[in-house]
């Protein structure tokens, strides 16, 4: 589509460092059919390997302004959180999402995601675990909070507001969940009591958590 696209992987003095940008992070999914619910945004990942081509791969990936819709499975967690207006942007214009981050590791096909946090004004999501594309499975957890915007505006209140949701970046009122099994169809699970349950009770991870483990690849890096 006319958008800037591309992929660098230098050799150091211990192994490769990879970097990846496109100004479309939708048309790259979908080049690499992996899906074809992100809809435009940009997408950047940066990574290292220390050792030769068959040692892992980690580092950050990120992704800025873009919108989830037509994802059945992601709507289906949703309904059982019951979040049922958000479910129905979906199959509409989609739900916006002004940043998603998270650390990973990747070998073989197997990728390790770590600190996952997707944020926007109708929701945040946060996200720890294992997909491997090799055998088709995945095993996430995290937690979703409805009206993100919202919902974390009373942790910034002083005084009340840590005491309410007990952290930077955390909410009021959310949801904890578990996808694993297909990458179709996996099983999933909601706790519906934690969506009445105050922030202190759970952990939404900032994305200034995420920023310093970025620094800290950078260093690591730099160092190699």
Known sequence: GGKEISVSMKPNN????????SADAGMVFRVLDITNTVKGGS?????YRNGASNAPWSGV????RFRISNAPSFARLLTLASLT????TLVGKGIAFDRLRFSYLSQNGKTTIDNGQ????ELGVTATGIVNFTENQIDLKGTIVPAYSINSLVAKVPLIGPLITGERGGGIFAASYTVKGPIEKPEMSVNPLSALAPGFLRKLLPIIDLES????????????
Request: glycine share 10%; charged share 25%; no cysteine.
């Open 43 to 47: 997408i950047e990942v940066s990574g």
């Open 213 to 224: 483990d970025n620094n800290d690849a950078m260093d690591r890096e730099s160092r190699n």
């Open 61 to 64: 990936a990120e992704m800025k």
């Open 118 to 121: 997707a944020v926007g004004s």
């Open 14 to 21: 211990n192994g490769h460092k990879l970097s990846l940008y």
């Open 85 to 88: 207006g958000i479910t129905s």
